[in-house]
């Protein structure tokens, strides 16, 4: 069974960085894609930042140049590292991890961790 583990939430006030990781556990024959996805209060699921297996990646449009994502060699493990936050990018944000296990493909998410922006 594929878990996604997150963590490096928390409060952080406006300007400052938090960084996020989520580590995949389980038998993966392949990775696609791995990347972060927010959902604020009343707002639906948006894309923050993935990183796809051959090496690119693509960005939020209001998170370009602030955020980035990178991940392990071992692509076992996503950070995202996000600087300059706003008060808008408080939600919760989600790991999810898109690849091949058990000969199917498959679409995986993380349990969420709390990002607030605040002072």
């Known amino acids: 069974q594929v878990q996604l583990a997150e963590s490096g939430g928390g409060l952080v006030q406006p300007g400052g960085s938090l960084t996020l990781s989520c580590a995949a556990s389980g038998s993966i024959s392949r990775f696609n894609a791995m990347g972060w996805y927010r959902q604020a209060e009343k707002k639906e699921r948006e894309l923050v930042a993935v990183v796809f297996s051959g090496g690119q990646s693509r960005y939020g449009d209001s998170v370009k140049g602030r955020f980035t994502i990178s991940r392990d060699s071992g692509w076992n493990t996503v950070y995202l590292q996000m600087n300059n936050l706003k008060p808008e990018d408080t939600a919760v944000y989600y790991c999810?991890?898109?690849?091949?296990?058990?000969?199917?493909?498959?679409?995986?998410w993380g349990q969420g961790s709390q990002v607030t922006v605040s002072s």
């Open positions: 999810n991890l898109r690849g091949l296990w058990l000969g199917e493909e498959h679409d995986t």
